[in-house]
């Protein structure tokens, strides 16, 4: 059972350059969200989605476009990176929040570094 | 939007000693849940809490979802050098996105 899985790990970046993020989850959880983790500082929230076709905005969305064409997936963009992009992307999923088996749980990372 | 105050930032403690850390929110819960972070890896739960007043364990992690939906407390007992890390708190209501707090980082003086 793989759980959540980012790809790629790492990657370095040159200012105004594009990428994609992949996000791929093999528990069926309706629920998805890309965060960042910058150095000392907590998880902020990207984007989420609360389920195939659909994205919603989080705290700090600029710079940044979602995709969740198919359940298990949930895709972040960077269309132009700058170097205030540099973080580390975090991805966790979950089920459709209740009073039960609302954790969720997060992928391994993805360092970028915009340069 | 909702926030979650978490504290303290940060703890400086020997080997041995018990922890306690806690959070606090502007509105209720219906979940928290207890994560911790080590260096390089995601975050991994640790403890899920889904009625009021409720008290769990896990090993020597304690964790109580407050009487009035509104704060969470963790707790960890004769703590060891693998405790080291960050620890965050997470709250939820039905049908809504996960809010994390801000974490707390525990070091562990030799």
Known sequence: NAGVTQTPKFRVLKTGQSMTLLCAQDMNHEYMYWYRQDPGMGLRLIHYSVGEGTTAKGEVPDGYNVSRLKKQNFLLGLESAAPSQTSVYFCASSYRGGVWNTEAFFGQGTRLTVV | ?110
């Open chain 2, 1 to 110: 939007g909702q926030q979650l105050n978490q504290s303290p930032q940060s703890m400086f403690i020997q080997e041995g000693e018990d922890v306690s850390m806690n959070c606090t929110s502007s509105s209720i819960f219906n979940t928290w849940l207890w994560y911790k972070q080590d260096p390089g890896e995601g975050p991994v739960l640790l403890i899920a809490l889904y009625k009021a007043g409720e008290l769990t364990s896990n090993g020597r992690l304690t964790a109580q979802f407050g009487i009035t939906r509104k704060d969470s407390f963790l707790n960890i007992s004769a703590s060891i050098p693998s405790d080291v890390g960050i620890y965050f708190c997470a709250g939820q209501l039905p049908m809504e996105k996960l809010t994390f707090g801000t974490g707390t980082r525990l070091t562990i003086i030799p």
